[in-house]
Structures are given as structure tokens and as C-alpha cells.
């Protein structure tokens, strides 16, 4: 069974754990978001793939779900004490380095889909894991701070501001000129199943649903497109989905995400159980909705929750 | 007084420790040597300098004489998990930090010197330190590896192969297009005395006078210039100075360094204790010499040292 992801950070690299559990045969491609990417300290950071690729490869941070395990914070420290900022991102020393790899192949001349294949090679994720382009693409968040109106990188508005001014509009900065990377439309083209795990609608899954091609891909493909509910009783399950929610004008609900990403693109949508009352109206949208358990406690629930979807696909297939 | 030392690592920097304690009022500017500087995991890397900050600052790992205090080595191994060389670097954690703003400085289109100053602003080394030249010069050593003849960086034949193959040449690449840094003809043309710490006298302070119009500004300052000397009793006090002495024809003693830099550069030489017999052989080249004990065990020792230093300088001043 080859099977398409669209992952952002946190839940996507923990939603693609237990797939792999559930199903440790597929043939598993991840499209992974880039919209977080950022310069620091003249390196490219890619915070969502790394995430994926930590997660999948055993070297993550289990308790906090970004950054390395065993991490150290030396050099942070030392940057702060040249007075070099920003120091309000956390990279610690392992992390440093794949940071710099990176930089060094992309100075060489590789894309960015190429050196994550590379780094992925000592990782060994046991997934294909394909940024969703190539090209520079940046989301930018327009806040309203000290009275000014102003666009600050997503990455300021989540980690620096920690989403607590209102986005008043999420823009993912050259998305419209961006391609699909090699091998995304083609992961797309040939998927029996494609996901959408419990990723942020707007600045993950959004975010690569907005490189021109890969919608409409998703969209033709003919197979079956199942997501999962990133809001559990009004609330995300973790993160701040509902202030970027918020900003496209979607109210921060199960059934509204659902609407949001529409029927035009999603076959079926799971919620949580506790949401079990939103059923009708996401079947109302026309999408198959089932509630069950959205909580990934540990690998195992997570895993239960892909056994969840894959079998909710089989239903919209065969329906 | 003005004293203008040319340094290189280790022995210019504990030597200039111990020029500080002996004249703290003394305004010192050091000009570093560059020629060690390496590119390494697309980072700018001074030893050099460095050391001489981390030792003036109170950040040296005093053990090694190099490299910070308090040393991680995580992201040094994470690039080896990666498979990213050269693994025969030293940098650690809080190093990569210093590398990382000098990079970027760069980058943005500051000279190396600015840069230096920069990075000095934090560590407040009580000296002014500059490089010898903001262009690029880059020591390269050829040797006769596995049957053939090769030039390698100094870093690769100093820090990998352990100057284990002779040197049979060393080369200053660049030196000849090279402008001394700003401030360096200018700090010369003020002195009052002019010092060489015990440095190589190859690879450290020949690299320095290797870039025009340097070399030429000493001589002509008008003002003492005294050394000590690296070799102790036929050896090298410390690294590997009889290596790359050998490859520039000239032996490894006390005396014979003398004469390399000779009577048109130098005027006061000091040698140690175990040296006195060849006061004379120095003397006789128009040097006047005197043995005194030359080991740098602790920073009271090296003060002598420069006590005895300026004692010489003096004493030449008024012959």
C-alpha cells in the first residue's frame, strides 16, 4: 500500500509513528511542510522536517516533541553572550549540526530535497520524507504590535510571540511561485491512500496545500483523502491552531476545519469522540465522518488512530 | 608605552598574558596571525586569533591552550554521525559560536578585522587585537604522502597528520597579494617597542612578516625589537617548530632562528638558560642576546619573561 502524508511538525511526525506501527509494510511518502523554514545565524532551518525526521529516526526530544534528545545548549549560550540573537529560538548543539549540513549542501549547490534525502540517510525515518518544494517559501504572519501593523515570520509569531496577538492574516510568502519538489506530484499520482494527520489546517497542511499543483493533485488523484481533527472540543489538541484559524475565518472546530479543507478535496474526516455531535454536520458537507479517539497519548493510541483512518478510506473507496 | 607583538597561538598568547601582568598600563596591540585560518563545514575558523581572545578574555581551556573552558564536543559528533569531515578538528560547542558570528560578519560584508574587533567587544582581551591582513592567506605545506607530492592546508599537516611527513616547503598562500590589516603599519609606525614572543617562527610570526610592506615597517620603526625564542635546547618548547624549520633550511636552535630573522629585524634576542652558550653565535650576528629562563609555566613566569623582554629592548634603545 503506498500512502501520501502531508505533514507538518509535532502531530504529523507523531501521527506518521504510529502509521508506521499500524502499517509497518506501506510504502510511506511524507510531503513535508517549509512554510516554518527560517534563517538563523546563517543557517537554514527547516524546524517541521527535522521534526519528522527526529521523530521517525529515534534522535527527537520525547518530552517537549522538537529539538534532539541529550540536547545541550553551549552554543545558545555562547551566541548570546556575543550578543547575537534572536535567542528566542531553541537550537541546541546536536540540532546545530544538522543545520549546518544542510547549509553547507545547499551552498554546494543541492536542493533542499536532495540534502533532506541525504540527512534522512543517517536517520533512516523508514518513510520517504519530500519537502513540499524546493523553493523559498515563508510564512508570515500580519500582527498588529506597538500600534503598528506589521508581518513577522511565522516562526516570531509562534515561538517569540507565542500566537498571543490575533493573526490577522497568514500569508505563506512565495508559495504562488513555488513548484512542487521532485517526486511530490508524483508520490501524489501514485498514492492508494493520502493523509492529512492531525497537522495545523492553516500553517502545515495549508501551508503545502498552497504550492500551486499540489491541491489540484490531491484533488484528481482518485483515491481515497482522509485527515484527522486537530481540534478536539473546540480546542487544539496541542499548539495554537485556533489563533491562525482565526485569520482565515475559520471557527476553531472539528467540523469547520473539515469544511475548510472542503469536500472538493476530502473524502473522509475523523473526529474525536468527544466531538461525536459534529458528525452529521461534516457528513452534511459531504465527507464520511466517524468519531473516535483522537488523543495520541503514545504510539499505540497513535497507531489505533491510523488503523482508524486507513480503514475509514477503505469505506469512502469502496462506498 | 606602545608595544606592538606579533602573534601566533598558544606561546603569543600566554606570552602576552604575561606582558600584561608585567605592564598593565602598557597599550598592547597585537597582530595575529591569519595565515592558520581554515574554512571548515562552511565556517571562517581563527585559530590564532582565537586563542589569543580566549586566553586575554579568561575563555582559553587552560589545559590544552586552545579551544574554550567548559567544552561540549555534541555537534562535532553529530557531523561525524552525518559523515561530515574532517573529524580531526577540534571544534566544540561553544567554539562553533565565535565561528558562527564571524561567519555571518563576514558574510554581511565585514573584514575580517572589524570582525575581530567585534568579537573582542565580548571578551575584553585588554589588548588591541589585530589580523595581519583582511585578505585571504592561507599556510599550505607540501609533503610527500603515499609516494606523492602534495600541498595540504597547515591545519591538515599540523592538527591531522601531526607533522608525522617533513615538511618540504611552507607556503603562505596569498601573502604576496595581501595588505596588512587597518591599523597594522600604523600601529608599527607608533610603537615604542616591538616584540616576538616565543611563536613559530615559520608558521606564526614568518607569516605575518610574509605580508608586504609588514616586515619592512619593523625595520624601519626605528625602535627595539626583541624576541624569544621558541626552541629551548635544540627543541621546540611546544608544537612542532623543528618541522617547519627544517623545510626553510634553517636548524632547530635558539641561535639559528636569531639569524633567520636576522640583525635587519632584530635587535634583542633571548634565549633560555640551557641556551647561553649560544649568546655568543647570536651576538655575533649583531644581536645582542641574553639567556634568561624561558618557560612559560604560569603567567608570573611568563611575566618575567616579558620583564626581561623590555629590559632588552631598553638596553638596546640606549646602546
Not at 496545500?209 to 481515497?224: F, K, Q, Y
Amino acid at each position: 500500500m503506498r500512502i501520501v502524508v502531508l505533514a507538518g511538525g509535532i502531530g504529523g511526525a507523531r501521527f506518521l509513528r504510529g502509521l508506521k506501527r499500524a502499517v509497518p509494510d506501506a510504502d510511506i511518502t511524507v510531503i513535508g511542510n517549509t512554510g516554518d523554514d527560517i534563517h538563523l545565524f546563517g543557517l537554514k532551518v527547516c524546524p517541521d522536517l527535522d521534526t519528522v525526521m527526529y521523530t521517525l529516526g529515534g534522535g527527537i526530544d520525547e518530552e517537549q516533541g522538537w529539538g534532539r534528545s541529550d540536547e545541550t545548549f553551549h552554543l545558545k549560550e555562547e551566541l548570546a553572550a556575543y550578543g547575537v540573537g534572536p535567542d528566542w529560538f531553541g537550537l541546541g548543539d546536536r540540532d546545530f549540526a544538522t543545520h549546518i549540513v544542510r547549509t553547507q549542501m545547499l551552498g554546494a549547490g543541492f536542493p533542499l530535497s536532495a540534502v533532506t534525502e541525504a540527512l534522512c540517510d543517517r536517520w533512516q525515518p523508514g518513510v520517504r520524507l519530500i519537502p513540499m518544494t524546493d523553493d523559498r517559501v515563508e510564512t508570515h504572519v500580519a500582527v498588529e504590535l506597538d500600534g503598528e501593523r506589521k508581518a513577522v515570520h511565522f516562526q516570531e509569531y509562534w515561538v517569540r510571540l507565542r500566537a498571543s496577538v490575533p493573526a490577522q492574516a497568514v500569508v505563506p510568502v512565495g508559495a504562488e511561485q513555488a513548484k512542487p519538489a521532485p517526486g511530490v506530484l508524483e508520490a501524489i499520482g501514485e498514492a492508494d491512500v493520502i493523509l492529512f494527520p492531525p497537522s495545523n489546517p492553516v500553517v502545515s497542511v495549508g501551508t503545502i496545500l498552497a504550492v500551486p499543483g499540489i491541491r489540484e493533485a490531491i484533488a484528481d488523484a482518485g483515491v481515497p483523502v482522509v485527515g484527522l481533527s486537530p481540534i478536539v472540543g473546540d480546542a487544539p489538541v496541542r499548539g495554537m491552531a485556533d489563533k491562525v484559524l482565526a485569520a482565515v475565518g475559520v471557527e476553531s472546530t472539528a467540523a469547520a476545519v473539515a469544511e475548510h479543507y472542503g469536500s472538493g478535496l476530502l473524502d473522509g474526516w475523523l473526529v474525536d469522540s468527544v466531538d461525536a455531535a459534529s458528525v452529521e454536520r461534516v457528513e452534511a458537507a459531504g465527507i464520511r465522518c466517524l468519531a473516535v479517539p483522537l488523543m495520541m497519548t503514545d504510539v499505540d493510541a497513535a497507531a489505533r488512530m491510523a488503523r482508524e483512518a486507513l480503514a475509514l478510506a477503505e469505506e469512502v473507496r469502496t462506498a
